[in-house]
């Protein structure tokens, strides 16, 4: 009895697993089929453009660490805090190195008093001598005496000097004007010099100047050779998606890196930052502008067709075109030979409805990016124009679309009034 129940549990599992397989297949967006879709040629402005992320980098960042080693006894900036050049940041513990630099100077005034006396004492000496009143050892007994009296005065100052540097560096000043990005001590703690420690000393602040800054992006091989220095950049970054701001290229890698079999190319952003709302570290869009074309006359991209495409070839013609004029080298969109001429085999066309009927009309494109496509010649302002999409999976996108729209009661859809 055990065995019989098992043997029905398993013949209904495969029945029912075999019902919902041939509903699966007998679903519009399982299996290929045409969506037609319809659009109107219009008048409008056109950018080829390349998109990228990035991050914002300061163009100069300065690490601030001492040449003295000792103990913070205060600390006069904080992370965020705009600081001018030579304004105070921190101060070390002064005792010892003071003590130095007035024993310093004590040396040296008592040296400075000694060679007035010692040169005072050779001019005596020189006079006696001119008399021949003393002995020529006595007179060079004192010039002996006033050069090491003058050796000892220059040593002192060169000590005193020394110190008076040492007793300034236990004030530490920003070296430049920009803003504060890290505090990596605290009040109290004992540092080490950066002049004299083996690690490079201890790092107190990361100051950078803001004012400009830079987007490193990454492009792909299969874009990079239409971007050249100079080309205009709009960014938009995640803490601002209502601003935009603009750039400039200034820099492309030399050499590629790989990224899990992927070759990109680095290239770098100028971007004016005087407002101040670009923030090290801050992830952005970066569209950088190949070539634009205004008041043209503009097709939705998909509506371009080939005639490899109808020639069997289910690859649509919008998707060919889109991805053969993405990747064509830069200067090169405009380049096209007169309407209805065959190069390479490919002529392109785009159907228009002409008294209720589907007429093919050859075309002169003209650039294209994701969503339109200029047309140079073959269509006008206002024409109908009309395509089919043919991949399964695009179709049963659209054919998805068209059941929501469909469903004007369906909780937290709205349907957009044209």
Same mark, same amino acid.
């Given at each position: 009895?055990?065995?019989?129940?098992?043997?029905?549990?398993?013949?209904?599992?495969?029945?029912?697993?075999?019902?919902?397989?041939? $509903?699966?297949?007998? !679903?519009?967006? *399982?299996?290929?089929? +045409?969506? &037609?879709?319809?659009?109107?040629? /219009?008048? =409008?402005?056109?950018?080829?453009?390349?998109?990228?992320?990035?991050?914002?980098?300061?163009?100069?960042?300065?690490?601030?660490?001492?040449?003295?080693?000792?103990?913070?006894i205060e600390l006069a900036a904080e992370e965020g805090d705009f600081v001018q050049k030579g304004d105070l940041l921190v101060r070390l513990d002064p005792?010892?190195?003071?003590?130095?630099?007035?024993?310093?100077?004590?040396?040296?005034?008592?040296?400075?008093?000694?060679?007035?006396?010692?040169?005072?004492?050779?001019?005596?000496?020189?006079?006696?001598?001119?008399?021949?009143?003393?002995?020529?050892?006595?007179?060079?007994?004192?010039?002996?005496?006033?050069?090491?009296?003058?050796?000892?005065?220059?040593?002192? $100052?060169?000590?005193? !000097?020394?110190? *008076?540097?040492?007793? +300034?560096? &236990?004030?530490?000043?920003?070296? /430049?004007? =920009?803003?504060?990005?890290?505090?990596?001590?605290?009040?109290?703690?004992?540092?080490?010099?950066?002049?004299?420690?083996?690690?490079?000393?201890?790092?107190?602040?990361?100051?950078?100047?803001?004012?400009?800054?830079?987007?490193?992006?990454?492009?792909?091989?299969?874009?990079?050779?239409?971007?050249?220095?100079?080309?205009?950049?709009?960014?938009?970054?995640?803490?601002?998606?209502?601003?935009?701001?603009?750039?400039?290229?200034?820099?492309?890698?030399?050499?590629?890196?790989?990224?899990?079999?992927?070759?990109?190319?680095?290239?770098?952003?100028?971007?004016?930052?005087?407002?101040?709302?670009?923030?090290?570290?801050?992830?952005?869009?970066?569209?950088?502008?190949?070539?634009?074309?205004?008041?043209?006359?503009?097709?939705?991209?998909?509506?371009?067709?080939?005639?490899?495409?109808?020639? =069997?070839?289910?690859?649509?013609?919008?998707?060919?075109?889109?991805?053969?004029?993405?990747?064509?080298?830069?200067?090169?969109?405009?380049?096209?030979?007169?309407?209805?001429?065959?190069?390479?085999?490919?002529?392109?066309?785009?159907?228009?409805?002409?008294?209720?009927?589907?007429?093919?009309?050859?075309?002169?494109?003209?650039?294209?990016?994701?969503?339109?496509?200029?047309?140079?010649?073959?269509?006008?302002?206002?024409?109908?124009?009309?395509?089919?999409?043919?991949?399964?999976?695009?179709?049963?996108?659209?054919?998805?679309?068209?059941?929501?729209?469909?469903?004007?009661?369906?909780?937290?859809?709205?349907?957009?009034?044209?």
């Open positions: 009895m055990k065995k019989l129940v098992i043997w029905l549990v398993v013949i209904g599992v495969i029945a029912v697993g075999g019902w919902l397989y041939l $509903r699966s297949n007998d !679903s519009p967006a *399982a299996s290929s089929f +045409e969506v &037609t879709r319809r659009g109107v040629a /219009i008048i =409008g402005d056109l950018t080829v453009s390349i998109s990228a992320v990035g991050t914002v980098q300061p163009i100069r960042a300065v690490e601030i660490k001492s040449k003295a080693s000792g103990e913070i005792t010892e190195v003071r003590n130095d630099y007035d024993q310093a100077h004590a040396d040296h005034q008592v040296a400075r008093v000694t060679l007035e006396q010692r040169k005072k004492e050779l001019k005596r000496q020189k006079d006696l001598f001119e008399r021949n009143l003393i002995s020529e050892k006595d007179y060079d007994d004192a010039r002996l005496a006033a050069e090491q009296a003058n050796s000892q005065f220059v040593r002192t $100052r060169a000590a005193l !000097s020394t110190n *008076a540097e040492r007793l +300034e560096d &236990t004030e530490i000043r920003s070296p /430049i004007n =920009g803003l504060v990005l890290s505090r990596e001590v605290e009040e109290g703690q004992i540092i080490s010099s950066g002049m004299s420690s083996v690690t490079g000393g201890t790092l107190l602040f990361l100051i950078a100047d803001m004012s400009w800054v830079h987007l490193i992006v990454d492009v792909d091989e299969t874009d990079i050779g239409r971007v050249q220095t100079g080309l205009p950049a709009w960014i938009v970054a995640d803490a601002y998606p209502e601003r935009m701001f603009a750039g400039e290229v200034v820099r492309i890698a030399p050499m590629a890196k790989v990224e899990q079999n992927v070759t990109m190319f680095e290239v770098t952003v100028l971007v004016d930052n005087e407002d101040g709302f670009l923030q090290a570290g801050m992830n952005t869009d970066v569209e950088m502008v190949i070539d634009e074309a205004t008041g043209a006359v503009l097709v939705p991209v998909r509506a371009v067709q080939t005639r490899m495409a109808r020639r =069997g070839h289910p690859t649509g013609a919008g998707d060919s075109v889109s991805m053969k004029m993405a990747h064509a080298p830069a200067g090169t969109e405009r380049r096209h030979p007169p309407s209805g001429q065959r190069r390479g085999g490919i002529e392109r066309y785009v159907q228009i409805m002409e008294d209720g009927e589907i007429v093919d009309r050859p075309v002169k494109v003209g650039l294209t990016n994701l969503d339109y496509a200029q047309i140079i010649d073959g269509v006008q302002p206002g024409d109908s124009v009309t395509w089919k999409l043919t991949s399964g999976a695009m179709a049963g996108r659209e054919h998805f679309i068209e059941r929501m729209r469909s469903r004007s009661a369906v909780p937290g859809m709205r349907t957009q009034k044209k």
